[in-house]
């Protein structure tokens, strides 16, 4: 059994729920969240750098899905759906060698069985570094 999640979920209660996972292991933490929006901070270091020290895309990737997931998450009963990232993409419109970047997610597509997300990632300045779309899909689980 999940917790019940909810935008009254306390923000420590999130970063706990990823201890142990991807997320946790490229530094992501949730920062805020709101009703259709989620908010998140990943730093840019050995573990989301590409060789020469350049932040990489693929980070940028695993960012946007994670807060557009947490984003679905927030709007189902998790024991009884599942959500499923079933298309990503992104424009990486800035490099970053260091620091942090910032990523807000919305959601534009509220669906029974889909639901899309923009997602702007930027710097410590404001630098808009990457935006993305990531669109989940919303399934019964398993012996529901």
């Known amino acids: 059994m999940f917790p019940k999640l909810t935008i009254n ?40 750098s590409r060789p020469g020290g350049l932040l990489h895309g693929g ?6 899905e994670t807060i557009a997931g947490l984003g679905s998450m927030l709007t189902v009963d998790i024991n009884e759906f599942d959500v499923l990232g079933i298309q990503v993409s992104a424009n990486h419109t800035g490099g970053l060698s260091g620091g ?3 990523a807000r997610a919305e959601i534009v597509h509220s669906g029974i069985q889909t639901q899309v997300w923009n997602i702007e990632i930027k710097s410590e300045a404001g630098k808009l570094i990457s935006t993305a779309r990531v669109t989940n899909m919303i399934v019964k689980r398993n012996g529901k």
Request: net charge negative; proline share 4%.
């Open 9 to 48: 979920t306390p923000i420590a209660l999130l970063n706990q729920y990823v201890k142990d996972t991807m997320v946790e292991n490229l530094g992501i933490q949730f920062t805020a969240i709101g009703e259709g929006w989620v908010e998140a901070t990943m730093p840019v270091d050995h573990r989301t």
């Open 100 to 102: 942090t970047v910032f």
């Open 59 to 64: 980070a940028n990737l695993a960012l946007a």
